[in-house]
């Protein structure tokens, strides 16, 4: 990329969850199972996901304000302000969630995982498998 | 986003390493130390990090093949084709890379981080804190 480039979905968080101001603020912490609708042209790079994988899902978090660069730490004024690339801050100049979860269940395109904070209809632009040690990559 | 999102490097990785062939395949098997320098206006974004922090960056693998859903995992022909979400190929729809780093110092703009991967001339898009315990957070 020069200036920019461009994402494109791999698929759509369906969650119970809709309202920012009711998820939790980390996968552990409360947050529900949710689905993984994948985009059809792509589900063939899902094919060999097995329930039980541990997946990191990255996210495009399209509610965040990009042009935020130091905030309160979990929203907590006691905090000092901090520059977001030390937060988890969701406001940060390219707004990308990193979520840790467990594959459950696999049922075509929609991918059943654990506890994941994103809101209902967050897109998904990766998902990759959590790294073993070197000798069983 | 509807359809994409635009992402903005917020840095630019600085590595001995320029091609992609010579390139450790992780950041911990022989990668070398690399600097990420950031951008100046998305520079207070940095203004918390300090040396010893454990990092997360996360890169546009500009040269990666975004219409690739299956390879040959760490491309070894032996090893059967495999969708490319349950590997780490650069080769992906949107080709984000995660890499774990150590901070060693900051010199200004310019963040040397330990072994990353990533070739000279890679785009940064996002530093984050790795996570500690809930407690910890």
């Known amino acids: 990329m020069n200036d920019v480039a461009q994402l494109r979905p791999v698929g759509w968080v369906r969650s119970s969850v809709a309202d920012p101001g009711a998820a939790a603020r980390q996968g552990d912490e409360g947050a ?21 994988d541990e997946l990191l899902l990255l996210t495009w978090l399209h509610l965040a304000d990009r042009d935020t660069l130091a905030v309160h730490p979990r929203g907590d004024v006691d ?7 030390a937060t988890r801050s969701p406001d940060r100049p390219n707004p990308i ?16 995982v654990s506890g994941c904070e994103a809101v209902d209809g967050t897109p998904v632009i990766d998902i990759k498998p959590v790294l073993g040690t070197a000798d069983e990559r």
Chains 1, 2 share one sequence.
């Open 79 to 85: 905090r000092p302000v901090t520059g977001v690339f």
């Open 32 to 52: 529900p199972d949710v689905v993984v609708e994948l985009v059809p042209d792509v589900a063939p790079a899902a094919a060999d996901l097995r329930p039980g």
């Open 97 to 112: 969630g990193l979520h840790r979860v467990q594959l459950l269940e696999v049922d075509g395109p929609r991918l059943h």
